[in-house]
């Protein structure tokens, strides 16, 4: 079983819609949730932490749930830029290692 | 600032040749990763240095040996290249060996290998 499953998309939204997905994780003992963001042929590039209480990032809101040993990342009125595909990271805290899912891909359309 | 550097950006190797791949930092960062990203697949580990001097296997680390030269740099050697081989390589750095911080990326090298 992957570390980091996630579901690979495409998500195809319009602009303006809102998009949400998961990522579920099998280590219990990880501590340190992130999501990645990575354009066609570039290098990933962090996109937010992700905290036990859940955060926002203005149209990013991240979320944990530790109990099912999922986080998810939704994002309201989509635009073009946000075409890319998304990547969980999980970490455990004594233990620099990151453990990278597949990546989700959103495509956002005019 | 270059952040973090790779060279070559591509590159194409028949069975059995060396190469290696280049990786320098100018964020004074202690630790640095070397990654492979394969389709469907995560970013897997091939080796890291948590600081200068150190470095250690991680999760696919057959085939390849590195070298940690100085602070700054990171070199990821093929010695006897395979078609398996083919991905792409991304270097990686983050600040002190501590905890988890943010990693930041170089822009890949497409290597193919025939």
């Known amino acids: 079983r992957k570390e980091v499953e996630q579901d690979p998309g495409p998500f195809n939204v319009p602009e303006g819609a809102t998009v949400a997905f998961n990522c579920t994780y099998s280590?219990?003992?990880?501590?340190?949730f992130f999501w990645y963001r990575q354009d066609c042929r570039k290098e990933p590039k962090l996109l937010m932490s992700?905290?036990?209480s859940g955060n926002e990032d203005g149209r990013f809101t991240a979320q944990l749930n530790r109990a099912s040993q999922y986080i998810s990342l939704l994002i309201r009125d989509s635009k073009l830029s946000d075409s890319a595909t998304y990547l969980c990271?999980?970490?455990?805290?004594?233990?620099?290692?990151?453990?990278f899912g597949a990546g989700t891909t959103v495509t956002v359309r005019a | 600032n270059a952040g973090v550097t790779q060279t070559p950006k591509f590159q194409v190797l028949k069975t059995g040749q060396s190469m290696t791949l280049q990786c320098a930092q100018d964020?004074?960062?202690?630790?640095m990763y070397w990654y492979r990203q394969d389709p469907g697949m995560g970013l897997r580990l091939i080796y890291y240095?948590?600081?200068?001097?150190?470095?250690d296997k991680g999760e696919v680390p057959n085939g390849y040996n590195v070298s940690r030269l100085n602070k700054r740099e990171f070199s990821l050697r093929l010695e006897s290249a395979a078609p398996s081989q083919t991905s792409v390589y991304f270097c990686?750095?983050?600040?002190?060996?501590?905890?988890?911080?943010?990693?930041?990326f170089g822009p890949g090298t497409r290597l193919t290998v025939l």
């Open positions: 990686a750095s983050s600040a002190p060996f501590v905890s988890y911080n943010e990693q930041f």
């Open positions: 280590n219990s003992a990880s501590q340190s």
């Open positions: 992700v905290y036990s």
């Open positions: 990271v999980v970490a455990r805290s004594n233990d620099y290692k990151l453990s």
């Open positions: 964020m004074n960062h202690n630790s």
């Open positions: 240095s948590a600081s200068e001097g150190t470095t």
